[in-house]
Every structure is written in structure tokens, then in C-alpha cells.
């Protein structure tokens, strides 16, 4: 597989441990330099900020506006962290740019350009990972990844479901028949590991959704572009209707 442009969302579950981050960093990378996507950009999770942020908004209720915007602040204190941390990757907050430049591997941070121009509902059903999905609609992709530390939507059996649409997804959702939520968090995640809004980017979009594990030491992100054997590969991958 070789892509000219790809977005990829790092997850707050990767963000808060440094060896997942690392992982799939270097995955990332592998891919960068093996050439099987020219241009790959990161945009950062708000991770525990953004968790913070939803605390303090359930105690104080401080609104969804503020919320929000405190929300896309922390995704660009993470991407900021990232930067100082691998100094091959670009920060840039300029979408023009992404659209232009030859750099192997940029780092968008969203809060300028979202505070020009950001149609986005702004309540807790959209994370960073509709806003993903935004900028690459913004870049005129056809897809996007979200790096999460589950291997994608799980059914009931506990079997990773590999394709499904939108429309498929929330039939499964209503009917009881994706993983059952538990009080545990990482048990919630494996139920509900994308935010409410993505569906309805998708079909508005038409862009497809992969999700791929970057909290393993096993190479699932890069084994996803590098091998052309289907059955080395796991990931969910959720398109439109």
C-alpha cells in the first residue's frame, strides 16, 4: 500500500504512556521511510487534559463552548509535547501547508485554524477524533486513522470486526451486539472507541474510518501498509452507510 497524504489522530490512551507512544511513533516513522506514505500527519488526542476538562465541566458546568475550545487547547499542548520529544516531526498550525509542503512527517495543531473556521458542533459527542476526520476532509482524503490501544470495534464474542459501515455499526450498537460495556474504562473503550460525531462525518464525508492498535509491542499500524497478506493484519475499517 503507498499513499501520497495520510492523517493519523494519536489517541490520549497512547499519549499517556510513553512506551505506546514511542511504539507507534517509530511505526509511523518505519512507514515514512519505507515510503509507503509520503506525507503522514499526526494530529494530537487532548489524552488526560481533555479527560480533566470533562470533570471539571460534569462538576462545575462551565459550558460547552469553553469546554470545547479548553479541549482543542490540550490537543495542541500534546502535539507541542510530541514535537519536543522527536525533533524529526514538523508542528505547523497552518492547514495551507499541509497541503503544500514535502515533509515526511507533520504535526497539525488544530486551535488557530479551528478558531477561524471551525463547523464543528461543540458539545462532548465531538473529540479529537471528528476533528481528525475534519482536517482530512479539509485535505481532500478519502480516509483516516485513528491510533487507538484497542484493535478496533469488537463484537459481542469478542472478535475484532474488520469492515463495517456506518449504518451496520449502529445497528450492531442499538441491538446489544458489540462488546458489552462495563464499568471498567478499558472495557467502555473496546464498546465505544470512537466519539458520537465521527459516524455522522463519515456519511457526510464519505470518509472511510480505520482504526489500527498502536499500544502493543507487536507492529500493527505499520504491518497494516507494509504486508500484503490480509490475514497479518487487524484493524476495523468503517465506511459510509
Not at 514538523?90 to 488557530?112: A, M
Amino acid at each position: 500500500m503507498n499513499l501520497e497524504k495520510a492523517v493519523f489522530k494519536i489517541g490520549g490512551s497512547i499519549l499517556e504512556n510513553p512506551h505506546s507512544l514511542n511504539n507507534t511513533i517509530t511505526q509511523l516513522n518505519q512507514i515514512s521511510q519505507k515510503k509507503l506514505i509520503k506525507h503522514i500527519i499526526i494530529i494530537p488526542g487532548g489524552g488526560i487534559y481533555a479527560n480533566f476538562i470533562r470533570l471539571l465541566d460534569r462538576e462545575l458546568q462551565i459550558g460547552n463552548e469553553m469546554a470545547h475550545w479548553m479541549a482543542i487547547y490540550a490537543m495542541d499542548y500534546n502535539g507541542k509535547k510530541i514535537g519536543k520529544q522527536y525533533s524529526f516531526i514538523n508542528l505547523t498550525d497552518k492547514l495551507e501547508i499541509l497541503k503544500t509542503n514535502d515533509n515526511p512527517i507533520s504535526l497539525f495543531l488544530p486551535l488557530n485554524h479551528l478558531r477561524a473556521c471551525d463547523p464543528l458542533p461543540k458539545t462532548w459527542d465531538v473529540t479529537s477524533d471528528s476533528i481528525a476526520l475534519y482536517i482530512a476532509q479539509e485535505l481532500n482524503l478519502n480516509q483516516c486513522f485513528l491510533i487507538k490501544n484497542v484493535d478496533g470495534i469488537i463484537d459481542q464474542h469478542n472478535k475484532v470486526i474488520q469492515t463495517l459501515t456506518t449504518t451496520n455499526y449502529a445497528r450492531l450498537k442499538k441491538a446489544g451486539k458489540l462488546a458489552k460495556i462495563h464499568s471498567n474504562e478499558n472495557e467502555i473503550k473496546k464498546s465505544k472507541p470512537i466519539d458520537e460525531y465521527t459516524l455522522e462525518i463519515i456519511n457526510a464525508s464519505k470518509i472511510s474510518c480505520i482504526l489500527l492498535n498502536g499500544a502493543l509491542s507487536k507492529s500493527k499500524i505499520y504491518q497494516y501498509f507494509a504486508s500484503t497478506n490480509e490475514s497479518d493484519k487487524t484493524y476495523t475499517k468503517i465506511s459510509f452507510k
